[in-house]
C-alpha cells in the first residue's frame, strides 16, 4: 500500500524517463495520485502527451 509518507518528494529521472517511454506507446494514461492537503503531482508532462499515439 502506497501512503504519502512512503511516496517520494519528487520522482527520479529514471522514473520520468521511463513515463516517458510508455507515453509514446499509448493512447490514454489515466493517473490517480493524490496526497490529501498538497497539490497534486505532476506525472506527465506536455511533451508526453505530444509524443502519444493518438496525437
Do not use: H, N, W, Y
Not at 501512503?3 to 520520468?16: I, V
Request: aromatic share 2%; hydrophobic share 40%; proline share 9%.
Amino acid at each position: 500500500m502506497v501512503t504519502p509518507k512512503s511516496c517520494p518528494r519528487r520522482l527520479s529521472k529514471r522514473e520520468m524517463a521511463l513515463f516517458a517511454a510508455q507515453a509514446k506507446e499509448v493512447d490514454i494514461i489515466v493517473t490517480t495520485a493524490l496526497i490529501p492537503g498538497k497539490p497534486a503531482p505532476k506525472l506527465i508532462t506536455r511533451d508526453m502527451v505530444d509524443t502519444m499515439e493518438g496525437r
